[in-house]
């Protein structure tokens, strides 16, 4: 009889994790004096506004998350990703990673292949980026390639994309010049607060689940305040196991430049945490984890992206709902499932990303919908409750219109401690999602505090 | 496709509407925990909607959302004046847009946060369960 029983975590996509961060402050001074030039990293703007900082994904790059990827893609890999969403190794990976600079910075810098470039944040020494290569792009045709058009894509593709799309936006606004290469952190940045007890990179999260004694664990992807339905979703996703339901429940939060009218990325995390400090899933089960990245919500395209930053961290199984990672009503509500569940081919994908070469081993769990239904009298599974014009579907739309009209969430739709955090944020930021205000001031601030750390002398000039 | 617009239907509201024919519509969500009255308008006075906000959208449902608390008080006063949950009243808000233009941009802006006590969150996050690894 073969062993029904999951006995170890996945491994990670690719082989190993890839972990760049230099923690010896000799070696990072060593590693400085190669440098020839420093560069002070800004944040991607569209139309004024920062929509994406590079400094997050050579954190989610360096940490592993995004395990096999080591640094700013070269040319071939770029190609590669947008032909066939793999690297140029063969491994399953979905979007362009690239480190852009300007014409001016560019000639500025007066780098080229084989120089190290040192790049500063928050006006200290971060990290180091060996160019290997410096090729240029045309950002307008990397944007319509990532994401896809009705053309290329018919299976899933409904309209093209156009500016009222957040990631199609990052795309366009690239700087023309890329210098591809390997990152290392030089100067590992303290993580700010709130986030400090949520920061599990993928070799922490591994270590925390084997402390745990975990081998089954599933995650649920947010960028939201949960509200009751997702909680369902969660507990209710937690049945798929081995032999007994997951031993873990993880919240992946994304963090970063996100959509006016979200909230504001400390309430999300700290309104999950609360269903485990309030008791309505147990903390021996349940943790709250984010990622460092700036969504481009690219529904079946970002999906592949969660499931390899999850392996990464050792995850076993992915929640998938509808209109996963979404933005407008560019791909169809189940393009994600329809990845997950038979491939679409037109993105490189005869099959599900897990049987495929250079795949996923993270399993799906496609999920369709839960709601409130008062004559079930729970938060019914949509295959399962019939109680048509009974039921309430959920709609976070819905809820940020309900709390913007001043009205308080009744306990169907957020539980009284979770409302209590959006309260909590909202006091302090004086509005309770994000606005310009809130996303500006959060870009300059950031996720990090960098320690101080000497420039060698010959940077300093 | 027709696409939707709800109204919360809050006790002010109600009391707004008492004995009309709109009483009647007012139809519970969430088991009764909230009550609404659902305008249903077409596709395309729908995107008219839309188009006037930046933030507004369409939801998974059909339902036009995220527009500013201001543009939901007129479509409310505007059904009461037509007494109708029909296109019109939907019409006649969208005309009278540039009336609400400088609540909208308050709205933006700031919103002033519920005056409800939250001393038994603060006092749970004193003692996380996850640490600082």
């Known amino acids: ?461 | 496709m027709a696409k939707y617009f709800g109204i919360i239907v809050d006790e002010k509201r109600l009391a707004a509407i008492k004995g009309t024919a709109l009483e009647e519509k007012v139809e519970p969500i969430f088991g009764g925990a909230l009550k609404r009255l659902v305008l249903e308008v077409s596709d395309e006075l729908g995107q008219k909607v839309i188009d006037s906000f930046s933030k507004a959208r369409f939801d998974a449902r059909g339902y036009i959302e995220e527009t500013p608390a201001a543009f939901k008080k007129l479509v409310f006063k505007k059904i009461i004046e037509t007494k109708s949950l029909g296109q019109e009243a939907m019409e006649m808000a969208l005309k009278e847009i540039d009336t609400i233009k400088d609540e909208v941009a308050k709205e933006d802006m700031e919103l002033p946060a519920p005056d409800i006590d939250i001393s038994d969150v603060l006092e749970m996050q004193k003692n996380p369960v996850q640490k600082p690894v």
Not at chain 1, 14 to 22: A, C, L, S
């Open chain 1, 1 to 461: 009889m073969p062993d029904v029983r999951i006995k170890s975590l996945p491994s990670p996509h690719g082989g190993k994790i890839v972990e760049r961060v230099v923690r010896d402050p000799q070696m990072a001074r060593k590693m400085m004096e190669k440098c020839s030039a420093v560069y002070d990293i800004k944040p991607t703007l569209f139309k004024g506004n920062p929509v994406r900082n590079v400094y997050r994904e050579i954190m989610s790059i360096c940490y592993g998350f995004f395990s096999p990827v080591e640094g700013s893609m070269t040319k071939a890999d770029v190609e590669s990703v947008l032909e066939r969403r793999r690297l140029t190794s063969g491994w399953v990976f979905p979007y362009p990673l690239v480190f852009d600079v300007t014409e001016e910075d560019f000639k500025k810098l007066g780098v080229g292949a084989g120089d190290w470039l040192l790049l500063r944040l928050k006006g200290e020494p971060f990290a180091i980026l060996e160019i290997d290569e410096v090729y240029e792009i045309v950002p307008g045709d990397i944007a319509v390639r990532t994401f896809g058009t009705p053309d290329r894509n018919p299976e899933v593709v409904k309209v093209p994309f156009d500016h009222k799309h957040t990631g199609y936006n990052i795309y366009c606004s690239l700087n023309p010049i890329v210098l591809a290469g390997k990152y290392t952190i030089i100067n590992e940045p303290k993580i700010r607060e709130p986030f400090t007890r949520f920061w599990y990179p993928p070799k922490k999260a591994r270590e925390e689940f084997e402390r745990r004694g975990w081998t089954t664990v599933i995650v649920h992807q947010t960028r939201n305040v949960p509200h009751t339905g997702h909680e369902a979703l969660m507990k209710m996703s937690a049945y798929m196991g081995d032999i007994k339901p997951s031993d873990g429940i993880v919240v992946n939060a994304i963090i970063g430049a996100k959509r006016i009218g979200d909230f504001p990325d400390e309430a999300i995390v700290e309104s999950h945490e609360m269903l485990h400090l309030a008791g309505y899933i147990n903390p021996n089960r349940h943790m709250v984890t984010f990622t460092l990245w700036d969504m481009r919500y690219g529904n079946p395209i970002e999906s592949l992206l969660h499931g390899i930053i999850r392996q990464n961290m050792g995850i076993s199984f992915h929640m998938f709902g509808r209109d996963h990672a979404a933005l407008g009503e560019y791909y169809d509500i189940y393009a994600t499932q329809i990845l997950w569940s038979k491939g679409i081919p037109s993105f490189g994908f005869d099959a599900p990303p897990y049987e495929v070469s250079g795949g996923l081993h993270i399993r799906p769990q496609n999920i369709a919908e839960f709601w409130y239904c008062p004559k079930c009298k729970e938060f019914a599974y949509s295959d399962n409750c019939t109680h048509k014009g009974i039921y309430s579907r959920y709609s976070g739309s819905f809820i940020r219109g309900l709390i913007n009209e001043g009205l308080t969430p009744p306990p169907e739709i957020y539980r009284p401690e979770v409302y209590k955090v959006v309260v909590k944020w909202w006091q302090k930021f004086g509005y309770p999602f994000n606005n310009e205000k809130y996303l500006k001031e959060r870009e300059e601030r950031l996720e990090v505090d960098l320690p101080h750390m000497e420039l060698p002398a010959h940077l300093k000039k």
